[in-house]
Structure formats: structure tokens, C-alpha cells
């Protein structure tokens, strides 16, 4: 059977979409290359035409993973002040929708404790992804007037992935909600921030 030219690229998307859910829920140490072709509608022979390793598969699902995150905060900046914009996204990242979406959800909390264990080219791509989200964070903090707005985002990020952590760590759903109502308030009141409804 022929393919048309984009065939390939459209399923080598799909193997990075299922990757990444899969590592953000589970770990990367717990995804096995075949369940990523089943869940894809694949079998695992066609795996090595659209990635050399499973390690490559991990640091381009790690890629993608960050692009996600990199989106929704521009998605928050858009047609919004940058206050507006920060106070969305601490909004979004600290809600009980995103504590209870591991797979689609930031993959900073869910794999900071992996993170040292990965294989060379994932553990890069895991730290790039990290920059890259500080310093978006960093322009918004800076545009509002914040000082040292990289110290700052380094700051925000580390404390919205711990309490993100902890939120789902936690063994009841009050004692959750209530971690992530708590480190909302003080992040707004921190950085000077409005409440986003």
C-alpha cells in the first residue's frame, strides 16, 4: 500500500502524542515501545522507520512535551496583559484539572524524580524544556515590571511544579484542593497579581 508524502510525518506525530501521554502518566522507564504502536493502531515492527531507539522516542516526546506547555502559556498571553497572562497560567497550572490530567499535563512534577535516571538525550531535552518555560515565564515577569525576572521565573516554576507535585501526592481531595488554593493565593499575592475567576 502507497502512502501519500506527509503519511510518515503524520505518524510520527501521533508516535510522539502517545509517547508523551504515556511517559507523563507513567515514567519513561514504564513505557514500552510496543504499547506505544498498539495505542497508535500500529504494530511494533514499523517502530525503527520513524525512530532509531526508544531513548530518541523519550527526548522527542520530552520536545514535544515542552512545546505543549510553551503553547499554553502563550494561549494565556494572547489578547491579555502580562499580569493577566501570569495570573491565568499560575490559575491553570495550580487548578484541579491539571493536577488530574497527568497525561496531557506539564511534564516538570511528573518527572522531576526521573529526570537524573534518563538516558543522555532525554535528560538534555528534559533541561532545555525547563529553560525554555522559565525564560517564557521570565518575559511575562519582566514585561510586569518584576525584578530580577529570571531569578523570579526560576522561583515560579520550581514552586508551581512542587505544590503541582504535592497537590497530587496528596492522599485526600481536600487536603489537595486546599494545597493548590494556598500556593495560588500566595503566588498572587507574591507577584502582585488579580485573581482570574
Do not use: N, W
Not at 506527509?6 to 504499547?35: N, P, S, Y
Not at 518527572?111 to 525564560?135: D, K, M, N, Q
Not at 486546599?178 to 503566588?187: G, H, I, K, M, P
Amino acid at each position: 500500500m502507497r502512502y501519500d508524502a506527509d503519511h510518515k510525518e503524520r505518524t510520527r506525530a501521533l508516535l510522539l502524542r502517545e509517547a508523551a501521554r504515556a511517559i507523563r502518566a507513567q515514567g519513561a522507564r514504564g513505557v514500552g515501545v510496543a504499547t506505544i504502536m498498539g495505542k497508535a493502531g500500529l504494530t511494533h515492527g514499523g517502530f525503527y522507520a520513524h525512530f532509531k531507539s526508544k531513548d530518541e522516542l523519550i527526548a522527542e516526546a520530552m520536545t514535544a512535551m515542552f512545546a505543549d506547555i510553551l503553547g499554553k502559556i502563550d494561549e494565556y498571553t494572547r489578547q491579555r496583559t502580562p499580569a493577566e497572562a501570569l495570573a491565568g497560567y499560575i490559575d491553570f497550572y495550580l487548578s484541579q484539572r491539571h493536577r488530574d490530567d497527568r497525561a496531557r499535563g506539564c511534564p516538570i512534577p511528573a518527572l522531576c524524580g526521573e529526570a537524573p535516571h534518563l538516558a543522555g538525550a532525554a535528560r538534555r531535552a528534559f533541561g532545555a524544556g525547563i529553560e525554555a518555560v522559565s525564560a517564557r515565564l521570565a518575559g511575562l515577569l519582566e514585561a510586569t515590571g518584576q525584578a530580577r525576572p529570571r531569578q523570579a521565573a526560576a522561583s515560579l516554576l520550581a514552586e508551581l511544579a512542587g505544590a503541582l507535585a504535592m497537590a497530587r501526592a496528596m492522599p485526600g481531595s481536600a487536603e489537595s484542593e486546599f494545597l493548590l488554593a494556598t500556593s495560588r493565593e500566595a503566588l498572587h499575592r507574591r507577584f502582585g497579581l488579580s485573581a482570574t475567576g
